[in-house]
Structures are given as structure tokens and as C-alpha cells.
């Protein structure tokens, strides 16, 4: 599919982001808003070519001086963003990928748009499990619609932790007692129970949140860039050099995927419809019950 660009920008020190082709979402340029919409499949995972695509994407719009503001949003009505392939999972553990004591792929991914001079918003209609809730929360806002948004990390029904940094936001987004309840429980949040915890910024109904993310993408695309960037800065200086934080909880990931349990549960879960639009649509607490 084209990538979209309106004739309305302003090419400074653009990329050639307008030109590029990728396999998993497409691009819409407007008005200094960059509207990135995932259609990837039947659930949107994030397997390897997602996660590549993202980074590869970061890594345009980091330097791309006519974009000041990202939306992240889906053309797939039920699902926003899916958790990781866990066959991929397994192929990494066994080429030794998570043996390493350096920042972990995609805890890495997740902080390039956490700390980027741009606003970050994620629109979220449909499910976001696992890696898929953890990219919602390195946006520096979020907002679902009250019908169809549905946030879990479920890694630990699959017997591990989240791997891209889930635990480490959520102890600072709602706390640590809720972070636990979300870690532990592994069930799905909607979004006016997210909004409550803190989880995301708000609920809005399903027939108004293109307007409001719109009416906000654009209206912060009007300031310069400079005092967004700065903006982003100030906020992000209470939660400086946490690098060490992700390197370490890499560690137990790996410890986790090792393990027979692990495996297991991933061939359970394939067996039941998992990594299937139609199998994962159930609600977590149903997989509980099927895996354990």
C-alpha cells in the first residue's frame, strides 16, 4: 500500500518516510500530524516484521523535522495492537537472543518513542494484550473507546513476565499495588476500568474519539516544535536512566522462557485458536481457565 502525504507539509529535514512501503501499517502526512494505522493480519502481532517495521519507523520520524505529532491507531476493529508471536519467542530463546546483558530489543523500540521529540498518542480501538499494551504505554497519551478497547498483560498466563517493560511503567503509571492486580491477574481491562487505574488517559465513546484524537493531533501540531519537545523533556526527567531496569527484567524473562512450563502453555495455546482473530477474542480470565 502508498504511503499517503499531504501537500500541505513542509519538507525541511524530512526522510524519505513518504516513499517507504511497509508491510504491517501505512502512513498518512498531515499537517505536521503523522497518522500510523496498523492492518497486520488478523490480531496485528507483533512478530518480527512488525517490530522491525516499528523500529525502522522510529527511527524516520525521530528526524523528520515537519512531523511533530504521531497517532497510533488501527484499521483492524477488534484488535489494536496483539501481544508477541510466541513462536517467535521460542525461536529467539533458542538462538540465544535474551542471553544478553545489553537493553533488550524491544524494551529499546518502546523507549526510542518514549523519549522522541514528538508527541506520541495512541487511539485505541479493539484489543491490546501483552507487547501490544506495553507500546501503548511508552505513548505519551492514550485514550480508548469505551466499547471496544481492551487492555491485559497476559504474559503470565503463558507462564512469563512482560518482556518490553509493562511491570516497570505500570509501577509508575498506577502504582504498585493495581500494577500487581494487572501483572498477576492477567485479566482484560476496559477502557473505562483503564481510565479509572490510570492505565490509559481516558475512555471516549466510540462515536467521538476520532474527533477528540484528531482535534488534539492537529492542535498540538500548531505549537512549535521546540516547546513540544521540551514539554516532553521536563515530563520525562522524573523517569531518567531506566535502562537497568529493562536489562534486568530481561534476565527473568529469559529465566521464564526457558522453562517447560513455557512451552507448554504455548502449545496449549495454539491448540484452543491462539494467534487467531476468531480464538482471541475470548477474554483472558476464559484462557486462564483453558491453560492452566
Known sequence: ????????????????????????FTVVIDKGVAFVTFDYGETNILDI???TELDKLAKMLEVDESIKVIVFQSANPDYFLSHADFKLLQNFRDQGVYDSDEMPLYSGLLEKFRIMPKATIAKIQGRAR?????????MDMSFGAMNSALLSQMEIIIGILPGGGAAQYLARKVGRSRAMEICLGGGDFDALEAEKYG?????????????????????????????IAYNKATVNLFEKDR??????SNQWFAELVKTTEFDDRVDKFFSQGGQTRKGELSNWKEWARKLK
Open 1 to 24: 500500500m502508498e504511503l499517503e502525504h499531504s501537500d500541505s507539509i513542509q519538507n525541511q529535514n524530512t526522510t524519505n518516510l513518504m516513499n517507504y512501503v511497509f508491510q504491517s
Open 49 to 51: 516484521t512488525l517490530v
Open 243 to 248: 535502562e537497568q531496569e529493562f536489562i534486568i
Open 199 to 227: 492505565y490509559i488517559n481516558r475512555a471516549i465513546p466510540d462515536d467521538e474519539i476520532d474527533s477528540f484524537v484528531e482535534d488534539l493531533a492537529y492542535r498540538i501540531a500548531t505549537y512549535p516544535a521546540k516547546a
Open 130 to 138: 501483552g507487547g501490544g499494551a506495553e507500546f501503548i504505554m511508552a
